[in-house]
């Protein structure tokens, strides 16, 4: 059985930058991409969804980022630490979430695919980026 742990969370002010760390232990054959997705406060009783932030696909490497995050975020992977990375920089308020690891398995589909949760079905507990002056 897959799992995944994410560590890294922290509170930080505006423009610093975060290094998330997400290790994943057992068989990873079969496994497609890996992602980071958040969910950010909640707002009143309106349901937050988690949304995707970036994923990383198995085969090739292939990156794809939220536009929201483009050019501040970095998603990396070291296979030797089986551990996925998500570099943080440039932080803004709205980044403030929980912040989620995941796994989707085979058959591997488009890129953008991997930045919706419902190809996901292997997550971490989260960890907490909290950005504020």
């Known amino acids: 059985q897959v799992q995944v742990a994410e560590s890294g969370g922290g509170s930080v002010q505006p423009g610093d930058s975060l290094k998330l760390s997400c290790e994943f232990s057992?068989?990873?054959?079969?496994?497609?991409?890996m992602g980071w997705f958040r969910r950010g406060p909640p707002q009143g009783r309106e349901y937050v969804a988690r949304e995707g932030v970036a994923a990383i696909t198995t085969d090739d490497g292939s990156i794809t980022y939220a536009q929201f995050v483009r050019g501040r975020f970095t998603i990396s992977r070291d296979n030797a630490k089986n551990t996925l990375y998500l570099l943080m920089s440039d932080l803004k308020p709205e980044d403030t979430g929980t912040y989620y690891c995941?796994?989707?398995?085979?058959?591997?589909?488009?890129?953008?695919?991997?930045?919706?949760?419902?190809?996901?079905?292997?997550w971490g507990q989260g960890t907490q980026v909290t950005v504020a002056s």
């Open positions: 995941a796994l989707a398995p085979g058959p591997r589909f488009g890129l953008p695919t991997y930045l919706h949760s419902t190809v996901y079905n292997v």
């Open positions: 057992g068989d990873l054959r079969g496994i497609a991409a």
